[in-house]
């Protein structure tokens, strides 16, 4: 990961960077000063997102403030998805930072490649609304995904999975449908971020939901 990092400091120079995570169970932020790591708080919340984002940027010094903010637009939680990305845009008009956005399943798949260094390929499964679970695979050259992420019901995102090892939140339950790869336990955390290839830590901060909405408008 370290050619990600050298070209991460290439975007970003010496800018201090506040990453945000929650798209998930869990809740952390971190702050970078270049590629460096200044501090961090990470907490496993549910779905507290709203109640600790805020007092988790106010322990970081100088209560996070920083040139660029960085944000997980998802898939996952959709009340995690918009507490972050509101706390984002209200950080970026307040400080005049850039903010951009970062995808869930790419940064659990950077995580779990640094966790386990002799994979080459992985599949990350999220759990999802209604049943299903987001599903992706990744190859370790590139940090890059190696089919489009989608939300399948438990027997299609398990074919998905096949043999490879698998991440995140649905991992169990993919084993459980009848993937047959080894379980890595690993979540999504801010401090990862600095694992993330630039292209994939400048999307547009936006949600990505990931399945279309239930209620539709009338024809």
Do not use: N
């Not at 120079?13 to 961090?40: H, N, Q, R, W, Y």
């Not at 995690?80 to 209200?90: D, E, I, K, Q, S």
């Not at 955390?189 to 239930?214: E, N, Q, V, W």
């Amino acid at each position: 990961m370290d050619c990600f990092v050298a070209a991460l400091l290439a975007m970003t120079g010496e800018m201090k960077t506040l990453a945000i995570e929650t798209a998930t169970d869990t809740c952390s932020v971190a702050l970078f000063e270049g590629g460096s790591l200044v501090a961090a708080v990470h907490e496993r919340v549910g779905r507290g997102h709203a109640e600790r984002l805020i007092p988790m940027i106010a322990e970081l010094p100088e209560r996070g403030r920083a040139e660029r903010v960085l944000v997980d637009c998802g898939p996952g939680s959709f009340t995690g998805v918009r507490v972050g990305l509101a706390a984002a845009r209200a950080f970026g008009l307040a400080w005049r930072a850039e903010v951009h956005g970062y995808a869930s399943l790419p940064l659990i798949a950077a995580t779990a490649f640094e966790h386990a260094p002799h994979l080459q390929t992985l599949a990350v499964a999220l759990i999802g609304g209604h049943g299903e679970y987001f599903v992706q695979r990744f190859a370790r050259q590139g940090m890059r995904a190696t089919a489009p992420f989608a939300s399948l019901t438990p027997e299609l995102a398990a074919a998905i999975c096949g043999a490879d090892a698998v991440a995140g939140s649905g991992a169990e339950a993919m084993h459980a449908a009848g993937a047959t790869g080894p379980l890595l336990q690993v979540e999504a955390d801010a401090r990862m971020t600095r694992l993330l290839p630039p292209d994939l830590a400048t999307l547009p901060a936006r949600p990505i939901y990931g399945r279309a909405p239930d209620a539709r408008l009338p024809g």
